[in-house]
């Protein structure tokens, strides 16, 4: 816990929360102006140690930039630590009162109207739950099944059990119609607003991936009857990967279409490019497969070797439950790091934009501008 100020009154001396950000674990300290002349001398020390420690947090908010991001994003490392912090599933319980209070500060914080007091740790506690909870492109507030921060508790409970009843196709046609509903609202909430869908084409989409994901999951079934048991775990796996390349260009075939928003480094507008789209959103299929493959792949031999013990066969009732919180410890360290693995704001060299687009930005910026950028969703 780091102490930004502490109030101080004579006598008693007392401590309060933040007034600013309700549920920040920074204590908010103020050293009260009515020490007098007498009062003892460690409280006049602390006071000076008080208008050092104001100036100091003024000094940094001036130069706070609450839109950068406060790790590098050029580095995997750098976007794994960011994921961690926006994907903590602990954001997902909070009220609507509270993401909204962190909203407003980080748009007075963006007017240059921070409150007084404001320190740079609840400046970024409020960035945390602005970026977990509000879409980067709209601003509005997401969904709670659709945000990243739910993807631990809503994935471990769905793979979970795809995991455990693949047995029969009646199990394997309901559960991989609840993942596919699932990925659809995920999907559409990530996507890149920019480019709008509407309800039919969400409707195509949602049936496509849907039945894609159930002809595989039941023709594998049927295949692997013979086959090991262990492969036969694997068909989940198998059905989630390949609705996955077809739910999430589906979701976002406007983009495919019509092409993404494309900006120079400086967030100014170039135009709209298909290429661009069709990068991003196979960037994205990429990280959506990564981040269901070691619980998928890895669990089933788990589970396989763990269910030869007697003590697991005395208990194949827990057996369901066991595969749901084993799946939520691969999902919490997977999810951020299959996030991480492509920049979020993506780039493009200018080279490979579609002919027109290329011409029209060399002609408007020559060599200036050598990359493009877009937000390639998650």
């Known amino acids: 816990m780091t102490p930004c100020h502490v109030r101080v009154s004579l006598p008693p001396y007392r401590v309060s929360n933040c007034d600013y950000l309700p549920g920040c674990s920074v204590w908010r300290a103020e050293i009260s102006?009515?020490?007098?002349?007498?009062?003892?001398?460690?409280?006049?020390?602390?006071?000076?140690?008080?208008?050092?420690?104001?100036?100091?947090?003024?000094?940094?908010?001036?130069?706070?930039?609450?839109?950068?991001?406060?790790?590098?994003?050029?580095?995997?490392?750098?976007?794994?630590?960011?994921?961690?912090?926006?994907?903590?599933?602990?954001?997902?319980?909070?009220?609507?009162?509270?993401?909204?209070?962190?909203?407003?500060?980080?748009?007075?914080?963006?007017?240059?109207?921070?409150?007084?007091?404001?320190?740079v740790e609840q400046l970024y506690y409020a960035k945390k739950l602005y970026d977990s909870a509000f879409h980067p492109d709209t601003g509005d507030r997401m969904n709670l099944i659709g945000r990243m921060s739910f993807q631990v508790p809503g994935g471990m409970a769905i793979t979970g059990f795809m995991l455990q009843f693949y047995r029969t196709v009646p199990a394997v046609v309901f559960w991989q119609w609840v993942n596919q509903s699932f990925n659809a609202l995920v999907n559409y909430t990530n996507r890149n607003a920019a480019s709008p869908i509407s309800p039919k084409q969400i409707g195509v989409a949602y049936v496509t991936a849907t039945s894609t994901a159930l002809a595989t999951a039941v023709g594998l079934n049927l295949y692997t009857k013979k086959a090991p048991p262990l492969v036969a775990r694997w068909v989940p796996f198998a059905a989630v990967a390949a609705a996955n390349c077809v739910n999430i260009p589906m979701m976002r075939q406007q983009e495919i279409l019509n092409g993404i928003a494309v900006t120079d480094e400086n967030g100014n507008k170039l135009g709209h490019s298909k290429k661009a789209a069709v990068k991003g959103i196979t960037q994205v299929v990429i990280s959506r497969i990564t981040m269901a493959a070691p619980g998928m792949i890895i669990l089933p031999i788990i589970m396989q070797r763990l269910e030869k013990y007697k003590f697991m066969q005395r208990i194949t009732f827990l057996h369901g439950p066991i595969q749901v919180m084993l799946v939520g410890v691969f999902l919490i360290f997977m999810v951020p790091a299959a996030c991480s693995l492509f920049p979020q704001r993506c780039s493009m060299a200018v080279s490979k934009l579609e002919p027109e687009l290329r011409d029209a930005v060399v002609s408007q910026y020559g060599d200036k501008v050598q990359l493009v950028y877009f937000n390639k969703g998650l």
Not at 69 to 97: E, Y
């Open 33 to 119: 102006t009515q020490v007098s002349s007498g009062a003892p001398a460690d409280l006049l020390q602390g006071e000076q140690g008080a208008r050092s420690l104001t100036l100091t947090n003024k000094m940094a908010l001036s130069s706070f930039d609450i839109d950068a991001p406060r790790w590098d994003q050029s580095t995997f490392m750098g976007r794994l630590k960011h994921f961690f912090n926006i994907t903590d599933c602990r954001t997902a319980v909070l009220p609507d009162s509270r993401l909204d209070e962190a909203k407003a500060l980080v748009e007075s914080c963006r007017a240059g109207s921070t409150p007084p007091g404001t320190s």
